[in-house]
């Protein structure tokens, strides 16, 4: 038996859809076995998948063939999961590095700039 990659991204859950998983693979940001994959890719038992986001990665070993979507508890069962602790998600409660730009940074949370701020903003930026 055979799945393709798109789909099997999505059934163990690396990906919310096969469309993101589609789009993942056609920009090149998944390798199976060391080599960039296509969607339709076919995959086997023990392949080998990594795959890169914006600010981490993963590493996943394929255990099961599955095309039929899993409970969310048991979709964990069609990989194992070999990440390096490097390649993991950074700590999250850290503040984000300052914009290159110089103009001011609003804190997450803030909600939406104020006439005022938008006001000063577009001065900054000489509109």
Do not use: Y
């Amino acid at each position: 038996m055979s799945v393709r990659l798109d789909k099997w991204l999505q059934i163990a859950r690396v990906f919310k859809t096969r469309s993101q998983a589609t789009k993942a693979c056609n920009a090149g940001r998944v390798r199976v076995n060391d080599l960039i994959a296509k969607a339709h890719r076919a995959l086997a038992l023990g392949d080998r998948i990594e795959v890169s986001f914006r600010e981490h990665g993963r590493l996943l070993e394929v255990r099961e063939l599955r095309d039929r979507p899993l409970p969310k508890d048991q979709a964990m069962r069609v990989f194992e999961d070999l990440t390096p602790p490097e390649l993991l998600r950074p700590n999250t409660t850290t503040r984000r590095p300052a914009r290159a730009s110089g103009l001011p940074e609003r804190e997450p949370g803030q909600g939406r700039p104020t006439k005022r701020d938008r006001r000063r903003l577009d001065r900054l930026r000489e509109r």
